[in-house]
């Protein structure tokens, strides 16, 4: 199975760093706890929701539960 690390935040939809894969979810957690990991985090975090938007929280879910983001009809 594989697992994703999923960000959910104050204004933007959920999002997953679809650039990280891991086999299981002891090793997508233990990525998210290593502070060396940080600044990669932190990269991926400003590309989608800028600097302002606060994190709720940090979850690591196996691919078929990420959510979808909503489709909107124009």
Do not use: Q
């Not at 959910?8 to 894969?21: G, R």
């Not at 990269?43 to 600097?51: H, L, N, T, W």
């Not at 938007?53 to 539960?65: G, M, Q, S, T």
């Amino acid at each position: 199975m594989t697992w994703f690390i999923v960000f959910f935040m104050a204004s933007v939809d959920p999002f997953a760093v679809k650039t990280l894969e891991f086999e299981t979810k002891n090793e997508c957690v233990d990525y998210v706890n290593n502070p060396s990991n940080s600044n990669r985090l932190a990269i991926e975090v400003i590309d989608k929701a800028g600097f302002n938007d606060e994190i709720l929280h940090v979850v690591c879910l196996p691919k078929n539960d990420i959510p979808e983001p909503e489709e909107v009809d124009t």
